[in-house]
């Protein structure tokens, strides 16, 4: 059951000039007549975060592997935008060019074969395969970091039991929270060889 649980994570960035904070907070202002104000360049509600709408499905990582019990792939840590609120373009970091990153599902009993590149600008980073059993030196620990511009592969094998959602996050020494909030995290989902559940349900991934 605990694979079902969902997975969370503060992942919301808001981009807002001092022009659009200043519009926010008069307009929490009670009896504020706010006509005829300057809006300057900025369209009419830029600032906002969009509101009622359907929940994005993530993408998932494709596994280049063809061969049973092998998961292989590529991660990509790298500069993209994100556009949280219309009209306005958000620099974040990236996995593969998105915010969360890739959605990555392998089965128990499976060998990882997972490459990451980093191509941060001027920033050492690695991947951390956060709670998930995999041994100290393929886990993207601070003693192991990955240069700019470098690759490295992390292999490890996903033992039985080890069914259950996780997460995967940079793990720089002094970068590591930088490098989250910017948008570098995803989810990591790790299915049983026999799942109880029928498969006709499905799996809903929340990050
Ligand atoms: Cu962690």
Same mark, same amino acid.
Request: zero cysteines; proline letters at 10%; a negative charge.
């Given at each position: 059951?605990?694979?079902?649980?969902?997975?969370?994570?503060?992942?919301?960035?808001?981009?807002?000039?001092?022009?659009?904070?200043?519009?926010?907070?008069?307009?929490?202002?009670?009896?504020?007549?706010? /006509?005829?104000?300057?809006?300057?360049?900025?369209?009419?509600?830029?600032?906002?975060?969009?509101?009622?709408?359907? !929940?994005?499905? !993530?993408? !998932?990582?494709?596994?280049?592997?063809?061969?049973?019990?092998?998961?292989?792939?590529?991660?990509?840590?790298?500069?993209?935008?994100?556009?949280?609120?219309?009209?306005?373009?958000?620099?974040?970091?990236?996995?593969?060019?998105?915010?969360?990153?890739?959605?990555?599902?392998?089965?128990?009993?499976?060998?990882?074969?997972?490459?990451?590149?980093?191509?941060?600008?001027?920033?050492?980073?690695?991947?951390?395969?956060?709670?998930?059993?995999?041994?100290?030196?393929?886990?993207?620990?601070?003693?192991?970091?990955?240069?700019?511009?470098?690759?490295?592969?992390?292999?490890?094998?996903?033992?039985?039991?080890?069914?259950?959602?996780?997460?995967?996050?940079?793990?720089?020494?002094?970068?590591?929270?930088?490098?989250?909030?910017? /948008?570098?995290?995803?989810?990591?989902?790790?299915?049983?060889?026999?799942?109880?559940?029928?498969?006709?349900?499905?799996?809903?991934?929340?990050?």
């Amino acid at each position: 059951m605990h694979r079902r649980a969902f997975l969370t994570a503060g992942l919301v960035t808001v981009f807002a000039s001092p022009r659009a904070i200043a519009q926010m907070k008069m307009d929490d202002m009670p009896g504020m007549d706010m /006509g005829g104000h300057d809006m300057g360049a900025a369209p009419q509600g830029a600032s906002m975060l969009p509101e009622g709408e359907a !929940l994005r499905e !993530l993408p !998932l990582l494709a596994n280049e592997a063809g061969t049973p019990g092998l998961f292989r792939a590529k991660l990509t840590a790298e500069p993209a935008t994100a556009r949280f609120a219309e009209g306005l373009d958000t620099p974040i970091l990236g996995y593969n060019g998105v915010s969360p990153g890739p959605l990555i599902e392998a089965t128990e009993g499976d060998r990882v074969e997972i490459t990451f590149a980093n191509r941060i600008p001027e920033e050492t980073s690695t991947i951390h395969w956060h709670g998930m059993p995999v041994p100290a030196d393929q886990d993207g620990n601070p003693m192991d970091p990955v240069a700019t511009g470098a690759d490295r592969t992390y292999s490890f094998d996903l033992p039985e039991g080890s069914a259950g959602s996780y997460w995967y996050h940079p793990h720089p020494h002094g970068k590591t929270a930088e490098q989250v909030y910017r /948008g570098l995290a995803g989810a990591f989902v790790v299915k049983p060889k026999v799942d109880p559940i029928p498969a006709g349900y499905g799996d809903t991934v929340l990050v």
